[in-house]
């Protein structure tokens, strides 16, 4: 489930949630700054038993082994689409950063997101 407690430091990104639409270290939020403010877990993509596109791209690219980190990068790239701009793939790999992978699952993850934004996936990076 996600939000995942990892480091409690806010360094891993496993507990990252979007507030007011930008992503946030959970663990690192105290609950009464979040009153009157909208907060987004990964509980909210799929709708009707249905995958939304985001879950649908990593499923479709087996991005996901251990699934520790999966939540929150599927939090970021939520953010990184819902701005409606262009990425770059020096963009992606930018602002996935923040979040650890350490089960190998990371170039998988990488080519959901640049199939979500438009990057051909077939071009050797």
Do not use: W
């Amino acid at each position: 489930m996600s939000p995942k407690l990892g480091c409690g430091l806010g360094q891993c990104g496993a507990c990252a949630v979007l507030v007011d639409g930008a992503v946030e270290m959970s663990c690192m939020l105290e609950l009464g700054a979040l009153a009157g403010r909208s907060v987004t877990t990964l509980e909210s993509f799929a709708h009707g038993g249905k995958l939304n596109r985001i879950q649908q791209a990593f499923l479709d690219e087996n991005a996901a082994q251990c699934g520790f980190c999966l939540s929150g990068i599927l939090i970021r790239t939520q953010a990184l689409l819902s701005t409606g701009r262009t990425y770059s793939d020096s963009d992606i790999k930018a602002a996935l950063a923040p979040h650890l992978c350490r089960c190998g699952a990371h170039p998988r993850m990488l080519r959901a997101v640049r199939k979500l934004v438009g990057i051909d996936t077939e071009k050797k990076f």
